[in-house]
């Protein structure tokens, strides 16, 4: 096995390659084959034209969506590493299940003060998602607010509470 300290036996001088007057996408050589303006805008952003020769348009629209697709791919991993990162981030992590237990106490607090006001349960379950997406909660729907509920012993019978 070859040790890694060593140096590779055909050293490869990347700056040479690419800024290489006698390299075949150099700008400088004579006979490279694009035309192209670079002029600012505004904003920072600059306007970068291309003269093609003709039978190469096709080629650079294939090298560009080419392009396209593989820094596409490249932002698709870049967004899964970054979620993979936050699902493991114990900061992360307490602050959600810090959000999921207000959002509990805060559905838990409406519905009991509607119930204690005389407000039928399937009732009380109605206006407390109402009132959640009044204020723009994000979890407010029926079915969540009734799961909320049910796991928090709310819709067991009490003794002496009618329904």
């Not at 084959?33 to 904003?43: E, I, M, T, W, Y």
Request: proline share 5%; charged share 30%.
């Amino acid at each position: 096995m070859a040790d890694r300290n060593t140096a590779p036996p055909f050293p490869l001088d990347v700056d040479r390659l690419l800024l290489d007057v006698n390299s075949l996408f150099n700008p400088l050589r004579p006979e490279f084959l694009l035309d192209f303006h670079v002029s600012g805008a505004r904003d920072g952003l600059v306007y970068v034209s291309f003269a093609l020769p003709e039978g190469m348009t096709r080629l650079f629209v294939s090298f560009l969506q080419s392009m396209a697709g593989f820094f596409r791919f490249v932002d698709i991993k870049a967004r899964s590493a970054s979620a993979i990162v936050k699902a493991h981030d114990p900061v992360e992590r307490e602050n959600a299940e810090v959000k999921r237990k207000d959002f509990h106490k805060e559905v838990c607090e409406i519905f009991d003060q509607l119930t204690a006001d005389g407000v039928e349960v399937k009732e009380a379950v109605r206006r407390t998602n109402s009132a959640l997406k009044a204020s723009g909660s994000p979890w407010a729907t029926y079915e969540t607010i009734s799961s909320v509920l049910r796991s928090a012993g709310r819709f067991r019978r009490r003794k002496g509470v009618k329904r």
